[in-house]
T-cell receptor, first 113, second 112 residues
Framework: SQTIHQWPATLVQPVGSPLSLECTVE??????LYWYRQAAGRGLQLLFY??????ISSEVPQNLSASRPQDRQFILSSKKLLLSDSGFYLC????????????FGEGSRLTVL | GESVGLHLPTLSVQEGDNSIINCAYS??????FIWYKQESGKGPQFIID?????DKRQGQRVTVLLNKTVKHLSLQIAATQPGDSAVYFC???????????FGAGTRLAVHP
C-alpha cells in the first residue's frame, strides 16, 4: 500500500530564518507531488507541483521554493521566512493517470513569529 | 481569474437530517471534480468524485450532483452523523489531471 509522510508536524520559526519541510511517498513510483498551504480557516492554495525528478511548477509568486531530488521526495524551502508564511502545509501525491484523486499527508503546521 | 468557490461558509444541521453542501465553479474546461473532507488538524480525505460526462454519482450515504449548465456541484450527505462534522472542500481538476484547485470550504456542524 502507498503511504505519504511529511515532517516536521509542527514548527515554530522566527522571521528571517530558513525553512525545510520534507515529504516522502512510499509504495508507488513516479508520482505527481504537490505542496499546498492552508491559512487558518481557509481553503487550500496550490503552491508547487512536480511531475518528475527536478521538474517543479510554481503556482504563486512567493519566497518559497520546492525541489524534488528523488522520485518520491519533495521538499519545500525558504531562505528567509515571513510572518505571512505561517500556515498549515500539506504534501500530496497522485498517480500519473487520468484520475485526479490526491492523497494527502497529515500536514505540517508552521508558525512564524 | 477562474476559481472554485462555495455558496455557504458554514452549515449547521441536526443529527439524522440530510446535508447539502454547494459549490460553484467557473472553469468550463474542468472535467473532473472531487469532494474532500478535512477534520481539524488533519489532511483532507477523499469522499467522492465525478467526471463531467456524468450528472450524478452515489457513494455510501453521499451523493454528488453536477450541473454543467450552471457550473454547480453539490454534495449530499444522508442521515448526517456527528462524525460528519468537518470542513468540506470541492475541487476541480485542471491542467491535464496534474492540478487540483480547491474551493474555500464549508464547515459542517452536526448538532444532536
Amino acid at each position: 500500500s502507498q503511504t505519504i509522510h511529511q515532517w516536521p508536524a509542527t514548527l515554530v520559526q522566527p522571521v528571517g530564518s530558513p525553512l525545510s519541510l520534507e515529504c516522502t511517498v512510499e509504495g508507488t513510483s513516479n508520482p505527481n507531488l504537490y505542496w499546498y498551504r492552508q491559512a487558518a480557516g481557509r481553503g487550500l492554495q496550490l503552491l508547487f507541483y512536480s511531475v518528475g525528478i527536478g521538474q517543479i511548477s510554481s503556482e504563486v509568486p512567493q519566497n518559497l521554493s520546492a525541489s524534488r531530488p528523488q522520485d518520491r521526495q519533495f521538499i519545500l524551502s525558504s531562505k528567509k521566512l515571513l510572518l505571512s508564511d505561517s500556515g498549515f502545509y500539506l504534501c500530496a501525491w497522485k498517480r500519473t493517470t487520468n484520475t485526479g484523486e490526491l492523497f494527502f499527508g497529515e500536514g505540517s503546521r508552521l508558525t512564524v513569529l | 481569474g477562474e476559481s472554485v468557490g462555495l455558496h455557504l461558509p458554514t452549515l449547521s444541521v441536526q443529527e439524522g437530517d440530510n446535508s447539502i453542501i454547494n459549490c460553484a465553479y467557473s472553469n468550463s474546461a474542468s472535467d473532473y471534480f472531487i469532494w474532500y473532507k478535512q477534520e481539524s488538524g488533519k489532511g483532507p480525505q477523499f469522499i467522492i468524485d465525478i467526471r463531467s460526462n456524468m450528472d450524478k454519482r452515489q457513494g455510501q450515504r453521499v451523493t454528488v450532483l453536477l450541473n454543467k449548465t450552471v457550473k454547480h456541484l453539490s454534495l449530499q450527505i444522508a442521515a448526517t452523523q456527528p462524525g460528519d462534522s468537518a470542513v468540506y472542500f470541492c475541487a476541480e481538476n485542471r491542467g491535464g489531471y496534474n492540478k487540483l484547485i480547491f474551493g474555500a470550504g464549508t464547515r459542517l456542524a452536526v448538532h444532536p
